[in-house]
């Protein structure tokens, strides 16, 4: 299995940033968000997964830089309990 992490590119097809870790909902066991570290900044965002799309072996971003910088931030309340997919690995073994 691959380790890299894998690209996320805007529209245009520039590398926007790369996934680090993948957060699931262990009961529907769904991606729920993902975690990104920006190529152009040292950080990282919290992304919903409803705002990329999968195209030929590409991660798209849906929707534009400027509209994530808007997104929510879960609170807590209200969201599901989530683990990583590195804890559900784990649970799994």
């Known amino acids: 299995m691959n380790n890299e992490p894998w690209v996320v590119k805007t ?3 520039t590398v926007w ?21 920006l190529s152009a900044q040292d950080r990282f ?8 799309e999968v195209e030929n072996d590409d991660i798209i971003l849906s929707i534009t830089e400027g509209e994530v910088e808007h997104l929510e931030s879960p609170s807590g309340a209200g969201m599901p309990t989530t683990m990583t997919l590195e804890d559900s690995a784990a649970c799994n073994a």
């Open 11 to 13: 529209r245009n097809g």
């Open 17 to 37: 940033g790369k996934i680090l870790r993948v957060i699931i909902d262990p009961a529907s066991r769904q991606i729920v968000s993902v975690d990104v570290m």
């Open 45 to 52: 965002i919290r992304v919903p997964w409803k705002r990329l």
